[in-house]
T-cell receptor, first 109, second 115 residues
Framework: KQEVTQIPAALSVPEGENLVLNCSFT??????LQWFRQDPGKGLTSLLL?????REQTSGRLNASLDKSSGRSTLYIAASQPGDSATYLC????????FGTGTSLTVIP | DAGVIQSPRHEVTEMGQEVTLRCKPI?????LFWYRQTMMRGLELLIY????????DSGMPEDRFSAKMPNASFSTLKIQPSEPRDSAVYFC?????????????FGEGSRLTVL
């Protein structure tokens, strides 16, 4: 069974810092890797979808990379802002969507 | 597009009562997922439909839980009888073509409190 791990569970950084969130998965036979953001009391919002044939995707200050062979994906956030504070989850897709437990990010003004 | 629509957003009920949660997936999506999220267990897949047919219900906790998808635009998750341990946020999500090709979109969730 696919297992997805996100480390660290929580991260606190000063505003303006560049940061990297990590996502590891045990079975490299995935179709896609999707990153989500969840604000308190809200649903999950899709940020980026990396298909298995791709190595990375970019949207604004966000860049996500995928290395299937090593079972890793990273989400890079440039010039972090307080509004980036949220929980970030990754999901590896196979027969279903397999979610990590998320990284809670706090950006301090 | 209106996105995935869930109702009710909040439900408070007493132990033993029946609870019905509703979901309208994004038009054109043919895969629908019900998840439960708690602080202790994170996000758990309860059941997954493809073309209105249940594909994987191994995450449904017990017989008290049931889910239906009578047509492509509507699904329900029912808990009968409800128990305090069922208190959680229940999310519905939909995708086009399913996990092997599609992007997953979530509703805002239904927060259930069972007293």
């Amino acid at each position: 069974k696919q297992e997805v791990t996100q480390i660290p569970a929580a991260l606190s950084v000063p505003e303006g810092e560049n940061l990297v969130l990590n996502c590891s998965f045990t079975d490299s036979a995935i179709y896609n890797l999707q990153w989500f953001r969840q604000d308190p009391g809200k649903g999950l919002t899709s940020l980026l979808l990396i298909q298995s044939s791709q190595r990375e995707q970019t949207s604004g200050r966000l860049n996500a990379s995928l290395d299937k062979s090593s079972g890793r994906s990273t989400l890079y956030i440039a010039a972090s802002q307080p509004g980036d504070s949220a929980t970030y989850l990754c999901a590896a897709t196979g027969n279903q969507f397999y979610f990590g437990t998320g990284t809670s990010l706090t950006v301090i003004p | 597009d209106a996105g995935v629509i869930q109702s009710p957003r909040h439900e408070v009920t007493e132990m033993g009562q029946e609870v019905t949660l509703r979901c309208k997936p994004i038009s054109g999506h043919n895969s629908l997922f019900w998840y439960r999220q708690t602080m202790m267990r994170g996000l758990e897949l309860l059941i997954y439909f493809n073309n209105n047919v249940p594909i994987d219900d191994s995450g449904m906790p017990e017989d008290r839980f049931s889910a239906k998808m009578p047509n492509a635009s509507f699904s329900t998750l029912k808990i009968q009888p409800s128990e305090p341990r069922d208190s959680a946020v229940y999310f519905c999500a939909s995708s086009f073509l399913g996990p092997n090709t599609g992007e997953l979109f979530f509703g805002e969730g239904s927060r259930l409190t069972v007293l």
